[in-house]
T-cell receptor
Framework: DAKTTQPPSMDCAEGRAANLPCNHS???????VYWYRQIHSQGPQYIIH???NNETNEMASLIITEDRKSSTLILPHATLRDTAVYYC???????????FGTGTSLTVIP | EAGVVQSPRYKIIEKKQPVAFWCNPI?????LYWYLQNLGQGPELLIR????????DSQLPKDRFSAERLKGVDSTLKIQPAELGDSAVYLC????????????FGEGSRLTVL
């Protein structure tokens, strides 16, 4: 499975967009990009996933570059409750393997 | 709909004692995962079940860890004997075959070994 690289930490002002980058330069054509987040003392929570096209749901938007070697998770209007660790994961579409890295710790500042 | 249920939520034991964690996945989810999470680290996969079959247990320390999912529903993870380094959060997750692949996690079981 492809590995991912994320910055260890980021800050974002409340109400502003939070843009969390992820590099997955060795991603294969059949691997999806998934994003999860983990709020302190809770289990990880699914946010969004995509293969090639950009995706949007009620929580976030996912922008995948054309070469698929990197992606960005966008929280359009960050709130204090978005303070969490965000994990970017690549997953083979025919398998159920999910391997987490160390993620990005996002702190939303009032 | 109930989510993934884990128990106990917290457990404190002395080293060399046994401990067991229980997980009940979301109804109908045939894939079940056990993850270990150390402080400040991401979850690390211990074992993955497809129904009652363990299809990926390569990261499970088999000298002291064991797991079972006898009827393909709930699962138990056991450590015997526990060591100081086993202090961590043990997370259970489940997913639905053929679905979006989304993992649903429980709240985890926090183990402290003294």
């Amino acid at each position: 499975d492809a590995k991912t690289t994320q910055p260890p930490s980021m800050d974002c002002a409340e109400g502003r967009a939070a843009n969390l980058p992820c590099n997955h330069s060795t991603i294969s054509g059949n691997e999806y990009v998934y994003w999860y987040r983990q709020i302190h003392s809770q289990g990880p929570q699914y946010i969004i996933h995509g293969l090639k096209n950009n995706e949007t749901n009620e929580m976030a938007s996912l922008i995948i570059t054309e070469d698929r070697k990197s992606s960005t998770l966008i929280l359009p209007h960050a709130t204090l409750r978005d303070t969490a660790v965000y994990y970017c994961i690549v997953r083979v579409n025919t398998g159920n393997q999910f391997y987490f890295g160390t993620g990005t710790s996002l702190t939303v500042i009032p | 709909e109930a989510g993934v249920v884990q128990s106990p939520r917290y457990k404190i034991i002395e080293k060399k004692q046994p401990v067991a964690f229980w997980c009940n996945p979301i109804s109908g989810h045939n894939t079940l995962y056990w993850y270990l999470q150390n402080l400040g680290q991401g979850p690390e996969l211990l074992i993955r079940y497809e129904n009652e079959e363990a299809v990926d247990d390569s990261q499970l320390p088999k000298d002291r860890f064991s797991a079972e999912r006898l009827k393909g529903v709930d699962s138990t993870l056991k450590i015997q004997p526990a060591e100081l380094g086993d202090s961590a959060v043990y997370l259970c997750a489940s997913s639905l075959a053929g679905g979006t692949g989304e993992l649903f996690f429980g709240e985890g079981s926090r183990l402290t070994v003294l």
